[in-house]
C-alpha cells in the first residue's frame, strides 16, 4: 500500500531564515505530487505541483519554491520566509490520470 | 480558470437533523468531482467521488452526493449526522483531460451539538 510522510510535522522559524519542507511517497512510482497551503476559511491553496522528476509548475508567484529531485520526493523551499509564509502546509500524491488525491499529515509552520 | 464555490462558510446542526452543503464549480467540460473531510487533528481523506455513471454517489459514513451536470453542481448530503461528524468538507474538482491538479472550495465547517 502506498504512505506519504511529511516533515517536520510542526516547525518554528524566525523572519529572514530558510526553509526547507519535505515530502516522500513510499509504494508507488511516477507519482504527480502536489504542494498545497491551507488558511482557515480560505481551503487550501494549490502552491506547486510536478508530473515528473525536475518538472515543477508554479500556481501561485510568491516566496517559495520547489523541486523534485527524486521520483518520490518533494520538496518545499525558501531562502528568506516571511511573516506572511506561516501556515499549514499539506503535501499530496497522484497517479498520473487525473483523478483522487491522497493527503500527508502536514507541516505546521510558524514565522516569528 | 476553473474555481469551486462552497455556499456555506460554517453550518451547526443538532444531532439526527440532515445535512446539506452546496457546492457549485465553473468549468463547461467534463470534470470529476469529490469531497474530501478533515476531522479535528486529522489528514484530509476522502469522502466520495464522482467520475462517471451514476450521479448519485455514495460515500464513506452515510454520506451521498448528488452530480446535477445542468447546475454546475455537487451537493453532500446526510440524512442524520452524528456529533462525530464534526469536521472540516472541502468540495474539489478537476479536469478529466489532462494531469490536472484539483481545485479545492474555501470549505465548509460543520459542528454538529448535542
Known amino acids: 500500500s502506498q504512505t506519504i510522510h511529511q516533515w517536520p510535522a510542526t516547525l518554528v522559524q524566525p523572519v529572514g531564515s530558510p526553509l526547507s519542507l519535505e515530502c516522500t511517497v513510499e509504494?508507488?512510482?511516477?507519482?504527480?505530487l502536489y504542494w498545497y497551503r491551507q488558511a482557515a476559511g480560505r481551503g487550501l491553496q494549490l502552491l506547486f505541483y510536478?508530473?515528473?522528476?525536475?518538472?515543477i509548475s508554479s500556481e501561485v508567484p510568491q516566496n517559495l519554491s520547489a523541486s523534485r529531485p527524486q521520483d518520490r520526493q518533494f520538496i518545499l523551499s525558501s531562502k528568506k520566509l516571511l511573516l506572511s509564509d506561516s501556515g499549514f502546509y499539506l503535501c499530496?500524491?497522484?497517479?498520473?490520470?487525473?483523478?483522487?488525491?491522497?493527503f500527508g499529515p502536514g507541516t505546521r509552520l510558524t514565522v516569528t | 480558470a476553473q474555481s469551486v464555490s462552497q455556499h456555506n462558510h460554517h453550518v451547526i446542526l443538532s444531532e439526527a437533523a440532515s445535512l446539506e452543503l452546496g457546492c457549485n464549480y465553473s468549468?463547461?467540460?467534463?470534470?470529476?468531482l469529490f469531497w474530501y473531510v478533515q476531522y479535528p487533528g486529522q489528514h484530509l481523506q476522502l469522502l466520495l467521488k464522482?467520475?462517471?455513471?451514476?450521479?448519485l454517489v455514495k460515500g464513506i459514513k452515510g454520506f451521498e452526493a448528488e452530480f446535477i451536470k445542468s447546475k454546475f453542481s455537487f451537493n453532500l448530503r446526510k440524512p442524520s449526522v452524528q456529533w462525530s461528524d464534526t469536521a472540516e468538507y472541502f468540495c474539489?474538482?478537476?479536469?478529466?483531460?489532462?494531469?490536472?491538479?484539483?481545485?479545492f472550495g474555501k470549505g465548509t465547517r460543520l459542528s454538529v451539538i448535542a
Open positions: 499530496a500524491w497522484s497517479r498520473d490520470s487525473p483523478g483522487e488525491q491522497y
Open positions: 509504494g508507488t512510482s511516477n507519482p504527480n
Open positions: 510536478s508530473v515528473g522528476i525536475g518538472q
Open positions: 468549468y463547461g467540460g467534463t470534470v470529476n
Open positions: 464522482y467520475f462517471s455513471g451514476d450521479p
Open positions: 474539489a474538482v478537476n479536469i478529466v483531460s489532462g494531469n490536472t491538479p484539483l481545485v
